[in-house]
């Protein structure tokens, strides 16, 4: 069993930069994959960005301005976003895929406008 919890969603103007977090309540050094998905108004929920132990995958609208990182000693997973746009608008949902489970958060909300 994984507990996730999300932090640091809010109302940006395009072109700014917010960090997101994912607090796990057991030990992430187990967990084999971790990821951020993004479910805008409308829409379905869609990848971003996910990290392993051997590496990093990004969704092709978020390579070269998102960077999601792991920190195995505080049991977090961020996602630092940068140069934010309108688009990028959406609730940020944290996922951990755990032995043959998959656990999701309940989701921070990341507005960009001007």
């Known amino acids: 069993q994984v507990q996730l919890v999300e932090s640091g969603g809010g109302l940006v103007q395009p072109g700014g930069s917010l960090r997101l977090s994912c607090a796990a309540s057991r030990s992430i050094f187990s967990i084999s994959t971790m990821g951020w998905y993004c479910q805008a108004p409308g829409k379905p929920r869609e990848l971003v960005a996910a990290i392993t132990s051997t590496g990093t995958t990004y969704a092709i609208s978020a390579k070269g301005r998102f960077t999601i990182s792991r920190d195995n000693a505080k049991n977090t997973v961020n996602l630092q976003m940068n140069s934010l746009k309108p688009e990028d608008t959406g609730v940020y949902y944290c996922?951990?895929?755990?032995?043959?489970?998959?656990?999701w958060g309940q989701g921070t909300q990341v507005t960009v406008s001007s």
């Open positions: 996922n951990a895929v755990y032995g043959r489970n998959i656990y």
